[in-house]
Protein backbone atom coordinates (compact mmCIF):
# COMPACT_ATOMS: atom_id res chain seq x y z
CA UNK A 1 0.00 0.00 0.00
CA UNK A 2 1.29 3.63 -0.71
CA UNK A 3 2.10 5.44 1.95
CA UNK A 4 0.57 9.33 1.63
CA UNK A 5 1.68 11.99 3.32
CA UNK A 6 -0.09 14.73 4.11
CA UNK A 7 1.54 18.38 5.03
CA UNK A 8 -0.62 21.79 5.62
CA UNK A 9 0.25 24.62 3.90
CA UNK A 10 1.47 27.71 6.13
CA UNK A 11 0.34 31.63 6.92
CA UNK A 12 3.39 32.51 5.84
CA UNK A 13 4.05 32.69 1.89
CA UNK A 14 6.95 33.92 -0.62
CA UNK A 15 5.79 37.12 -2.80
CA UNK A 16 5.91 35.74 -5.97
CA UNK A 17 4.64 32.35 -7.03
CA UNK A 18 6.32 29.42 -7.09
CA UNK A 19 5.91 25.63 -6.53
CA UNK A 20 3.57 24.73 -3.71
CA UNK A 21 6.43 22.86 -1.73
CA UNK A 22 8.61 26.47 -1.75
CA UNK A 23 5.98 28.88 -2.09
CA UNK A 24 5.31 28.10 1.83
CA UNK A 25 7.66 30.06 3.75
CA UNK A 26 8.01 29.01 7.57
CA UNK A 27 10.28 26.94 9.10
CA UNK A 28 7.45 24.18 10.25
CA UNK A 29 6.11 23.83 7.44
CA UNK A 30 9.91 23.22 5.94
CA UNK A 31 10.12 20.33 8.88
CA UNK A 32 6.84 18.48 8.62
CA UNK A 33 7.04 18.59 4.39
CA UNK A 34 11.14 17.43 4.53
CA UNK A 35 9.89 14.64 7.39
CA UNK A 36 6.98 13.99 5.07
CA UNK A 37 8.59 13.38 1.89
CA UNK A 38 11.35 10.94 3.70
CA UNK A 39 8.69 8.85 5.38
CA UNK A 40 6.22 8.73 2.64
CA UNK A 41 5.62 7.59 -1.09
CA UNK A 42 3.90 10.54 -1.75
CA UNK A 43 2.92 14.05 -0.09
CA UNK A 44 -0.05 16.16 -0.81
CA UNK A 45 0.13 20.12 0.80
CA UNK A 46 -3.38 21.27 1.90
CA UNK A 47 -4.02 24.55 1.24
CA UNK A 48 -6.75 26.50 3.21
CA UNK A 49 -7.47 28.15 -0.56
CA UNK A 50 -6.89 25.91 -3.30
CA UNK A 51 -7.18 22.32 -1.14
CA UNK A 52 -4.65 19.70 -2.10
CA UNK A 53 -1.24 20.61 -3.70
CA UNK A 54 0.97 18.27 -5.47
CA UNK A 55 3.88 19.99 -4.32
CA UNK A 56 5.08 20.85 -7.80
CA UNK A 57 1.83 22.98 -8.69
CA UNK A 58 2.73 26.35 -9.52
CA UNK A 59 1.16 29.06 -6.48
CA UNK A 60 0.71 32.48 -6.86
CA UNK A 61 0.87 34.19 -3.14
CA UNK A 62 -2.76 34.45 -1.46
CA UNK A 63 -4.21 35.42 1.81
CA UNK A 64 -6.18 32.63 3.42
CA UNK A 65 -5.49 30.10 5.78
CA UNK A 66 -7.93 27.66 7.25
CA UNK A 67 -7.71 28.39 11.58
CA UNK A 68 -8.75 31.87 10.09
CA UNK A 69 -12.08 30.97 8.37
CA UNK A 70 -15.44 30.02 9.61
CA UNK A 71 -16.39 26.96 9.95
CA UNK A 72 -18.97 26.75 6.90
CA UNK A 73 -15.64 27.33 4.75
CA UNK A 74 -13.65 24.47 6.87
CA UNK A 75 -16.69 21.66 6.00
CA UNK A 76 -16.43 22.36 2.73
CA UNK A 77 -12.78 22.45 2.54
CA UNK A 78 -13.05 19.58 3.95
CA UNK A 79 -15.16 17.49 1.69
CA UNK A 80 -13.40 19.36 -1.45
CA UNK A 81 -10.01 18.17 -0.08
CA UNK A 82 -11.57 14.44 -0.02
CA UNK A 83 -12.88 13.94 -3.39
CA UNK A 84 -9.63 14.66 -4.85
CA UNK A 85 -8.06 12.35 -2.22
CA UNK A 86 -10.29 9.40 -3.25
CA UNK A 87 -8.35 9.27 -6.29
CA UNK A 88 -5.29 8.79 -4.23
CA UNK A 89 -5.75 5.18 -2.00
CA UNK A 90 -2.80 4.50 0.35
CA UNK A 91 -2.09 4.73 3.83
CA UNK A 92 -2.56 8.34 4.96
CA UNK A 93 0.12 9.79 7.73
CA UNK A 94 -0.90 13.03 8.86
CA UNK A 95 1.97 15.88 9.19
CA UNK A 96 -1.00 18.05 9.93
CA UNK A 97 -1.97 20.27 12.84
CA UNK A 98 -5.42 19.75 14.34
CA UNK A 99 -7.07 22.76 12.63
CA UNK A 100 -6.33 20.96 9.54
CA UNK A 101 -6.75 16.97 10.59
CA UNK A 102 -9.52 16.94 12.56
CA UNK A 103 -11.95 18.43 9.60
CA UNK A 104 -10.58 15.49 7.71
CA UNK A 105 -11.18 12.95 10.39
CA UNK A 106 -14.57 12.25 9.70
CA UNK A 107 -13.52 10.97 6.06
CA UNK A 108 -9.92 9.54 6.52
CA UNK A 109 -8.70 7.12 9.08
CA UNK A 110 -5.27 8.18 9.76
CA UNK A 111 -2.50 5.29 9.78
CA UNK A 112 0.18 7.49 11.35
CA UNK A 113 -0.79 11.25 13.08
CA UNK A 114 2.64 13.52 13.99
CA UNK A 115 1.57 15.65 17.22
CA UNK A 116 2.36 16.40 20.28
CA UNK A 117 6.08 17.13 21.17
CA UNK A 118 7.10 18.06 17.14
CA UNK A 119 4.92 20.12 16.31
CA UNK A 120 5.39 22.08 19.45
CA UNK A 121 8.88 22.67 18.54
CA UNK A 122 8.40 23.27 15.25
CA UNK A 123 6.20 26.08 16.08
CA UNK A 124 8.58 27.45 18.73
CA UNK A 125 10.96 26.90 15.79
CA UNK A 126 8.59 29.33 13.26
CA UNK A 127 9.29 31.69 15.34
CA UNK A 128 13.07 32.20 14.42
CA UNK A 129 12.24 32.02 10.67
CA UNK A 130 14.37 30.13 7.79
CA UNK A 131 11.85 27.87 5.78
CA UNK A 132 13.33 26.25 2.82
CA UNK A 133 13.92 30.02 0.86
CA UNK A 134 12.83 32.28 3.99
CA UNK A 135 15.14 35.26 4.85
CA UNK A 136 14.64 39.04 4.39
CA UNK A 137 17.09 39.47 1.80
CA UNK A 138 15.97 36.94 -0.48
CA UNK A 139 12.06 37.35 -0.40
CA UNK A 140 12.46 41.31 -1.41
CA UNK A 141 15.71 40.12 -4.24
CA UNK A 142 12.97 37.22 -5.17
CA UNK A 143 10.03 39.97 -5.49
CA UNK A 144 12.54 42.23 -7.19
CA UNK A 145 13.71 39.94 -10.39
CA UNK A 146 9.67 38.68 -10.62
CA UNK A 147 8.59 42.23 -11.19
CA UNK A 148 11.41 43.39 -13.36
CA UNK A 149 11.16 40.37 -15.29
CA UNK A 150 14.52 40.37 -16.57
CA UNK A 151 17.41 41.71 -14.55
CA UNK A 152 21.04 42.24 -15.17
CA UNK A 153 23.57 41.56 -12.15
CA UNK A 154 24.57 44.71 -12.58
CA UNK A 155 21.21 46.09 -11.37
CA UNK A 156 20.75 43.25 -8.55
CA UNK A 157 24.19 44.80 -7.39
CA UNK A 158 22.56 48.62 -7.27
CA UNK A 159 19.51 47.52 -5.77
CA UNK A 160 22.24 45.79 -3.06
CA UNK A 161 24.23 48.80 -2.58
CA UNK A 162 20.55 50.56 -1.70
CA UNK A 163 20.04 48.92 0.41
CA UNK A 164 23.07 49.42 2.66
CA UNK A 165 23.90 46.02 2.58
CA UNK A 166 27.84 45.18 3.27
CA UNK A 167 29.48 43.69 0.09
CA UNK A 168 30.22 40.08 1.61
CA UNK A 169 25.97 39.87 1.18
CA UNK A 170 25.69 41.38 -1.94
CA UNK A 171 28.57 38.29 -3.01
CA UNK A 172 26.69 35.53 -1.19
CA UNK A 173 24.03 36.27 -2.01
CA UNK A 174 24.92 36.44 -5.98
CA UNK A 175 26.51 33.69 -5.68
CA UNK A 176 23.29 31.68 -4.18
CA UNK A 177 21.46 33.33 -7.57
CA UNK A 178 22.80 30.53 -10.02
CA UNK A 179 21.68 27.72 -7.67
CA UNK A 180 18.12 29.21 -6.96
CA UNK A 181 15.47 27.06 -7.67
CA UNK A 182 13.07 29.97 -8.68
CA UNK A 183 15.49 32.09 -10.62
CA UNK A 184 17.12 31.14 -14.00
CA UNK A 185 20.73 33.01 -14.81
CA UNK A 186 22.17 32.84 -17.91
CA UNK A 187 25.54 35.06 -18.37
CA UNK A 188 24.35 38.36 -16.89
CA UNK A 189 20.33 37.91 -17.09
CA UNK A 190 18.45 37.02 -14.16
CA UNK A 191 15.00 36.16 -14.45
CA UNK A 192 12.58 34.30 -12.48
CA UNK A 193 11.77 30.66 -13.60
CA UNK A 194 7.56 30.87 -12.67
CA UNK A 195 6.65 33.97 -14.68
Known amino acids: MTNIGLVS ?4 KLPVPAPAYLIYNSPRFTQLY ?11 ILSAKHGVLKPTTIVHPYD ?3 PDMDQSYIDQWAVRCM ?3 RNFPG ?7 STYREPLEPYI ?13 A ?4 KTGGGLIRGNVMEWLLEFIYLKRLVTVEEITQEFNRRKYPQVT ?5 GRIQKHPLLIRKGNLVRYKYL
Open 9 to 12: CSKN
Open 34 to 44: ITATRRCDKVF
Open 64 to 66: CYL
Open 83 to 85: ETL
Open 91 to 97: DYHSFLP
Open 109 to 121: NFTYKLHGTFFQT
Open 123 to 126: KALG
Open 170 to 174: TNTQL
